[in-house]
């Protein structure tokens, strides 16, 4: 068994005499907006902390075309409250299908920033996604000849691999083989949640990088058990033991380019999650920043927060960094229990939780 950790309070918090933080303005290296009324929701309260934000395609259909992305963009920008600036960076969702020259046209044509992977049958969404890479075989040669970096969900979808070893298997029997075959393929591997992907990450090249989670420096896998069934704790790839979000804690405070912010922000309606099949998805965006600077905080590290969450993701996307800023403040503050607009409800994390940040809305309107 593992030897539990010691918690870190306000106590022992080093930085505990910080009290203002002002950072240039992030952005959300990996984000679900939705469709319809939860796009409207979700698009407000992202666009209040970041200024762009890599969206994820796993819509029903899912986005496998340019003209797919062009609307989808469309409708982010249409939702967006008046005078808000806001850029979505919009990603292709491949399929066994997906055709080499459409993903090519939209990167040149400045539509698709990168291409999303999904192994089939693996998350939300995903009946679509690639059953076997070997399939994509064209369209890996032609995004590594582009320079188009390919996002992905790093876990294997076989019901025979238990769900907590999913990634480890992915990491060894997918990610290895196919870097091996395209050496010069930008990849990011997405929502890390374990020290075999932390150690993955830091032995590979410069192509390679990943993005964590805020949940994912938070909670361990006791969280969906603790005291009850908490589906407001459950996403995928699945919390993993303490030990493992330890290792992504340092990845995260270490100042090593690889790591960037993606909150894997992914909102469910309320009574989506509290059933008897609730859906896979943690809806981090209410207090996105907040979260990441207490584990910052926590580690005293808040000096390499800004690096983190502003600076490691645009320079690996090899994109200019924001120019405004964005405050943080220690300010007790409670989150609401459920966030409602209309007929949707949504539990966002650390719902009902008083959080020692607070962060200000970004002033560009
Ligand atoms: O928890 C998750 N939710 N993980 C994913 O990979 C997809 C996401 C969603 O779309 O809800
Ligand atoms: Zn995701």
């Not at 796009?39 to 200024?51: C, E, G, P, S």
């Not at 409708?75 to 491949?94: D, N, S, V, W």
């Not at 409670?334 to 020692?356: C, M, Q, W």
Request: aromatic residues 6%; charged residues 25%; glycine residues 6%.
């Amino acid at each position: 068994m593992p030897t539990p950790e010691p918690t870190v309070t306000a106590d022992n918090d080093p930085n505990r005499s910080t009290a203002h933080l002002t950072i240039r303005e992030p952005d959300d290296w990996h984000l679900h907006l939705r469709d319809d009324a939860m796009l409207a929701l979700a698009t407000d309260i992202t666009a209040r902390q970041f200024a762009r934000a890599i969206v994820m395609p796993n819509l029903v259909p899912p986005v496998t075309t340019v003209a797919a992305a062009e609307a989808y963009r469309d409708r982010i920008l249409g939702a967006l409250p008046q005078g808000r600036r806001f850029t979505p960076l919009m990603t292709a969702y491949l399929t066994d299908e997906i055709d080499a020259d459409e993903i090519g046209t939209g990167f040149e044509r400045g539509v698709f920033a990168a291409c999303k992977l999904y192994p089939a049958g693996a998350t939300t969404n995903s009946a679509a996604g690639v059953t076997d890479v070997r399939k994509i075989r064209p369209v890996l040669e032609r995004m590594q000849t582009i320079g188009m970096p390919l996002l992905v969900h790093g876990e294997v979808a076989s019901s025979d691999i238990d769900i907590f070893d999913r990634e480890a298997v992915f990491l060894e029997t997918v990610l290895a083989p196919m870097l091996r075959d395209f050496p010069a393929l930008k990849v990011v591997l997405e929502h890390i949640t374990t020290a075999d992907s932390v150690q993955f990450i830091q032995a590979a090249g410069p192509t390679l990088a990943a993005t964590i989670t805020p949940h994912h420096l938070r909670i361990d896998r006791n969280a969906l058990f603790e005291g009850g069934l908490r589906p407001h704790a459950y996403c995928l790839p699945v919390a993993k033991r303490r030990h493992h979000r330890t290792a992504l804690r340092q990845a995260a405070v270490s100042g090593d380019p690889k790591f960037f912010l993606g909150t894997d922000s992914a909102p469910h309606l309320k009574q989506d999650k509290e059933s008897a099949c609730g859906c896979a998805g943690i809806f981090s965006a209410p207090a996105a920043l907040e979260s990441y600077a207490l584990t910052f905080d926590e580690e005293g590290a808040l000096d390499r927060l800004e690096a983190f969450a502003s600076e490691f993701g645009p320079r690996f996307y090899g994109l200019p960094l924001n120019e405004g800023t964005i405050s943080l403040h220690r300010e007790a503050h409670t989150l609401p229990e459920t966030i409602t607009r209309g007929d949707v409800s949504v539990v966002p994390f650390h719902a009902g939780e008083t959080l020692a940040w607070r962060a200000a809305e970004r002033a560009d309107r």
